[in-house]
């Protein structure tokens, strides 16, 4: 069973940046693909990017150029920098082993207009 523990969500104005991390244990991280998603209120949740065992990132087309995830192998841990927020990034953010069926608690992410 794989544990996630995301963090770094919170409060932030219309064009500011946050960075959310998300610590995993239980599974071998460094040969796993990782990926975060979002589900907003009301919306089904979407994935919004990913990253290989070999750190190649894929993004979702609303988040492109805004976002960058990242992974430390060193850490186990992923990362997804958030720049230039908009209003409708506001959504719980989670992150996901895309071989595992676990998902973490989350962490909010607001941004005002």
């Known amino acids: 069973q794989v544990q996630l523990v995301e963090s770094g969500g919170g409060l932030v104005q219309a064009g500011g940046s946050l960075r959310l991390s998300c610590a995993v244990s239980g599974i071998t991280f460094h040969v796993n693909p990782m990926a975060w998603h979002r589900q907003a209120p009301g919306k089904q949740r979407e994935l919004v990017a990913a990253?290989?065992?070999?750190?190649?990132?894929n993004y979702a087309d609303s988040v492109r150029g805004r976002f960058t995830i990242s992974r430390d192998n060193t850490k186990n841990t992923v990362y997804l920098q958030m720049n230039n927020l908009k209003p409708e990034d506001t959504a719980v953010y989670y992150c996901y082993a895309p071989r595992y069926p676990d998902w973490g608690q989350g962490t909010l992410v607001t941004v005002s207009s």
């Open positions: 990253i290989s065992n070999v750190a190649i990132p």
